[in-house]
């Protein structure tokens, strides 16, 4: 895993190197308006066996802190992360612009366009008893059936772990999951250049999701009465440091119906009942890089848990030479779609693995997968076919 040292140190590297600094000169960028970026460089042959590399790319800040639509494109430093020495230096894009910074700004303060639809009213949920889960020793969660031990993790992140059920019938604790948490997060760039074919990220495992996960925003992240949790780490010499409000705990209630039924059917009366659907959510958002990542884990009193992954942030995008697709010679050898002038967004996907330990009743269970399957029957054993 990449340290926040081995990040600062690289990023660094760079400046130091003759080719680079001819290079941004010539294209009339200024130092201080760089920021450089040292992600995971993949394996791609024995060249590289044996040292600790990455690929150090930049981008321009001036005029906008919505950097990662600049690019200096085509430029591209292998760093050596143990002797900080460039390894290899190429520009393929010395005649590629960088993008302009108008209307990249994506801060709230910076919007200068009238929004195109009616203004929302303001939404509350109120709980005037405070909210029904309650936590023991900072990590044991008990809410209505369920009760689960919720900690921080530097590369995982958000770990569920010793998940239990309360039985309907007879009240008893019953095991349903031993550990859970993201295993790894995989990010495949689809482009062949030279200064793209790398980027196939692992960002759980490279990066850490528990470390690129910054303090959650109470009202926005989370709703209220959210209790958060900090994480509690340890930088590369052992010290320790707080990671603050890294994850929140809230139940969620959205309108939605548990369950209901009505019966018209009965001579004397009818039944009209319904049940609300309300929620446990413990939450994360880790900042990757462009990409934030929203995890939530979230229980439900009918024994079900669902995990939800979200994607927001900001692309990762490639410099182009061309402002139109009327410009592209060959369209169908594009990338990505051309989204603003010289600049296409490039083709990617996102894999998600999970360490799900399931202890079903106990650690002896084993996975079932059921599939229907069509069979036709018989003749003359029903009306129906199938």
Known sequence: MLSVDDISAASKAPFSNAEFNKSIAARGVSSSELICLPPSAGWFG?????????????FSNQGTPNFYMRPIEGLVMTVDLDTLEVLKFSDTGRDIPIPKSTDTDYRYTAQKKEPQMEPLNPISIEQPKGPSFRLEDGHIVNWANWVFHLKADHRAGLVISRVMVRDSENGELRDVMYKGFASEFFVPY??????????????????????????LVPLND???????MDGIFATPDGNPFVQP?????FERYAGDISWRHSEGLLTDFQIREARSKITLVARMAASVGNYDYIFD?????DGL?????????????KGSPHQSLHQVPNQDAMSGPLISENVIGVVHDHFITFHLDMDIDGANNSFLNVNLVKER????ESPRKS
């Open 46 to 58: 024995p060249n590289e066996e044996g040292k600790r590399v990455v690929k150090v790319h930049c």
């Open 190 to 215: 689809m482009d062949l250049d030279e200064s793209w074919y790398f980027k196939s990220y692992m960002d759980a495992g490279e990066f850490g999701l528990g470390i690129s996960a910054l303090p």
């Open 222 to 228: 989370c709703p209220r009465h959210s209790y958060y």
């Open 245 to 249: 409000n890294m994850i929140c705990l």
């Open 297 to 301: 884990w979230e229980f439900q009193t």
């Open 305 to 317: 848990i669902n995990v939800k992954v979200g994607l927001s942030g900001m692309l990762m995008v």
């Open 377 to 380: 029957s018989l003749p003359g």
